[in-house]
């Protein structure tokens, strides 16, 4: 009976463990969605397209036809914070510089 118990225990210890040792490539490969604003009423929905290449983090800002190259973006390991830049325009056609900070 006891055996029993302690291979449950173990068995259930290795599926919750699993998933953390299953990532790989770079943290911030991926689809990232969120939104942005001024205020906790007033948001808009951003989508980060992210690409890691070995060396850099290259994607979009809103993929798509109005999507905004990244110019820039970093991840600091230790702090797991993460910045990015781009250069875009607005709807009358303005150049606007997007800055996104954040912290995984």
């Not at 943290?27 to 690409?51: A, I, Y």
């Not at 056609?93 to 900070?101: F, L, M, R, S």
């Amino acid at each position: 009976m006891a055996i029993g118990r302690v291979t449950r225990a173990c068995a259930a210890a290795l599926l919750i463990a699993a998933p953390a040792l299953a990532q790989f490539g770079h943290p911030l490969k991926g689809t990232w969605s969120g939104d942005w604003g001024p205020t906790k009423e007033n948001r808009t929905h951003v989508v980060l397209e992210l690409n890691w290449d070995g060396k850099a983090i290259t994607g979009n800002i809103n993929p798509g036809p109005r999507a905004v190259p990244i110019k820039k973006a970093e991840l600091s390991a230790d702090t797991w914070g993460v910045h990015i830049e781009g250069d875009g325009k607005d709807a009358s056609g303005a150049a606007v510089h997007y800055v996104i900070d954040g912290k995984l």
